[in-house]
């Protein structure tokens, strides 16, 4: 799926998509839940209440930089909480290079945080070794984010997920650490938006008049903006999560903005009494 704002493109290549088996992120989302918010379906959600979700990276091709904004799960890392994300054997690298953005093309690796699910493809493993997947390209990383994970990761899971994805490019001499305010060109900029984890970062396009925001994690999903209360279990801080979602909508509600989640696509959002619903824009 494609999308313009002025002279930027957005290109969603898909990891992963799911359908329901997200009660564990979300454990407020019932499917009765779901059901009394009809605008979520059928783009968002099954007739039945079952989310729909997807695991994905969002390159961005600007005048003068091709940009890939989170890298999903990876292959061959093992450690993680979900079985299915173990050891998997994708073709995610090739599926990049046929939608027309080799690894070698790209220039900068942004990750709006540092979870599992944002990192993966940073790396590949190559003799056993782990290597930067995109040869060329400087990855940004928020410092607050590298520095929380840095001297936190004390959970397994958590030790395994920045050991092979996140320390390697730190030893390659490949990352940069950014501000969350940070301005990567003339169209990309950051928006601090912390409480989904410690540096969380949503990055804001502006070009030709027009405007985008790739809200990250900010929500999993559109049923977020409705309850803005509904905290993922993966929140680092649910009340400053919460805070943050109202902010960051309420900043970009009615407003013709384009706005494309970590985990679902692009829409615009509409105020609806003291929250806020998503219309769904197809490609």
Same mark, same amino acid.
């Given at each position: 799926?494609? *999308? ?29 839940? +779901?059901?009394? !918010?009809?605008?979520? +379906? ?16 969002? $390159? ?23 079985? $299915? ?22 220039? /900068?690796?942004? =990750? ?31 410092? /607050? ?17 920045? &050991? ?58 559109? =049923? ?5 209360? *509904?905290?993922? /279990?993966?929140?680092?801080?649910? &009340? ?7 902010? !960051? ?5 009615? /407003? ?28």
């Amino acid at each position: 799926m494609q *999308w313009k704002v002025g002279q930027v493109k957005i290109t969603k290549v898909v990891e992963m998509e799911t359908v329901g088996s997200t009660r564990f992120i979300l454990p407020l989302a019932s499917n009765d839940e +779901i059901q009394k !918010l009809p605008w979520l +379906i059928p783009h968002f959600a099954t007739e039945e209440g079952r989310l729909k979700m997807s695991i994905h990276s969002l $390159v961005l091709e600007t005048p003068s930089q091709r940009i890939v904004v989170d890298t999903g799960l990876g292959n061959d890392k093992q450690g993680r909480n979900v079985p $299915v994300w173990n050891s998997r054997n994708t073709p995610f690298p090739e599926m990049m290079a046929a939608a027309g953005f080799p690894p070698e093309s790209i220039d /900068t690796v942004l =990750c709006t945080h540092l979870h599992v699910d944002h990192v993966g493809w940073n790396t590949k493993l190559v003799g056993g070794k782990w290597v930067p997947t995109f040869p060329r390209a400087r990855y940004l990383f928020g410092r /607050t984010e590298y520095e929380h994970w840095r001297d936190h990761s004390t959970e397994p899971d958590k030790q395994a997920v920045f &050991n092979d994805s996140v320390k390697p490019i730190v030893d390659s001499d490949r990352a940069d650490l950014i501000p969350g305010d940070h301005r990567l060109s003339d169209e990309i900029s950051m928006i601090p938006t912390p409480g989904h984890s410690a540096g969380h970062m949503s990055v804001l396009i502006r070009s030709e008049g027009e405007q985008g925001l790739l809200a990250g994690d900010v929500a999993h999903h559109p =049923c977020q903006m409705a309850h803005l209360g *509904w905290s993922s /279990t993966a929140d680092f801080d649910q &009340n400053q999560a919460a805070a943050t979602r109202a902010a !960051l909508f309420g900043r970009f509600a009615d /407003t013709p903005t384009l706005v494309i989640g970590g985990h679902f696509s692009a829409g615009h959002i509409k105020r609806d009494g003291d929250a806020f619903r998503f219309v769904a824009l197809q490609s």
